[in-house]
């Protein structure tokens, strides 16, 4: 999962990315693309690696792409190589200033920046969709990518983002290599001064953020990097202190689970104890897939234990005793949190 960092130059970017990586990039303009990677927090996995003491634990990981922010006289205008970047992510992570920034002309104003990038965005996405759709028309295409095309086109002009647009009502297969920004999952992080850490999201903002289709999260990225370099204990005060209950990490990552859709399901074992993160309604074929493609293409079956069943019964002997051991097909919908051992022939 690679999520973009993506902003106007002044946001507190590059700190956020440096807090969430446990990284010390240097902050400032330009530059090329940041990449950096961390696990994802999840206490099941730290209570199944108890149990099984294996050799190996591996937690699910995300990735946090650092895109240089935009700068300079039209800094709320997009350049075509900011655009291409930003294409390349698979979300996108708006960072907006809310704090007093000396390097930056002018009062913070977030509102007014996520309206600028939200356009922006639109305007891209409205070239791409005119020009394929005067193409496709010319070409005669298959009437089924004219009518998803004309959907999409009428949601920009009405300065919808594409991401607004049900599932029901948008066969997106037929957008794949279109790179089209506004169908990007967003999570907007509003990036506040240390006093204001833990006030709650204007609720103008909020419901316009909520129009975009979009989630939104607040958090003060120079207090962040501070509490990221203390011991756990002092953590937990420094926290207190604030009146925080857990650092951004954990709540952003937790919120673009969520955006993302995603869940985890876990193999376990004396040799690995490991998180596979996959999209809601994955099948337990499709999870096997996750694993090495020689699982999915064999697939026989999935032996299922779900986590809270194995932890209320303690072993995999016990689960078996109590009849709560389940054996399902390639179309068995993985649950979040299901403990799979796939069995297979190639």
Not at 315 to 338: L, N
Request: hydrophobic share 40%; net charge negative.
């Amino acid at each position: 999962m690679k999520i973009g960092l993506v902003g106007f130059a002044g946001s507190g970017k590059t700190t956020v990315f440096n807090t969430m990586t446990g990284l010390d990039v240097p902050v400032g303009y330009g530059g090329e693309v940041r990449l950096g990677t961390v696990r994802v927090p999840d206490e099941r996995i730290d209570r199944l690696s108890e149990i099984f003491r294996p050799r190996k634990t591996t937690y699910a990981e995300m990735s946090f792409c650092d895109v240089p922010g935009e700068h300079g006289a039209e800094k709320k205008g997009l350049s075509s190589r900011g655009l291409q970047q930003i294409r390349d992510q698979e979300a996108l992570c708006l960072v907006l200033r809310d704090f007093d920034n000396p390097a930056v002309e002018g009062d913070p104003d977030p509102e007014g920046d996520l309206e600028a990038f939200h356009h922006e965005c639109l305007f891209a996405d409205l070239e791409i969709v005119e020009r394929r759709l005067t193409r496709a028309r010319k070409e005669r295409a298959d009437a089924r990518e004219i009518a998803a095309f004309e959907r999409i086109e009428t949601a920009l002009q009405e300065g919808r983002p594409i991401r607004s647009i049900p599932e029901a009502e948008l066969d997106r297969s037929l957008l794949r290599g279109y790179g089209l920004l506004t169908d990007r999952p967003l999570l907007v992080a509003l990036n506040r001064a240390e006093e204001r850490a833990a006030e709650p999201m204007p609720g103008a903002l909020a419901a316009r953020i909520a129009e975009l289709g979009a989630a939104g999260l607040t958090l003060s990225a120079s207090v962040e990097a501070e509490i990221a370099a203390l011991d756990p204990e002092e953590q937990a005060e420094f926290l207190e202190d604030l009146g925080l209950t857990e650092p951004a990490l954990n709540r952003f990552i937790r919120t673009a689970y969520g955006l993302l859709d995603l869940i985890s399901f876990f193999t376990v074992g004396e040799d690995e104890v490991r998180a596979w993160p996959i999209r809601r309604g994955w099948t337990a074929r499709q999870a096997a897939g996750r694993i090495h493609s020689d699982l999915e293409r064999g697939f026989i079956r999935a032996e299922v234990m779900p986590y809270d069943v194995f932890m209320e019964y303690g072993s995999e002997a016990a689960v078996k005793e109590a009849g709560k051991f389940r054996v399902e097909g390639k179309d068995y919908v993985v649950a979040d949190g299901d403990i799979l051992n796939i069995r297979f022939n190639v």
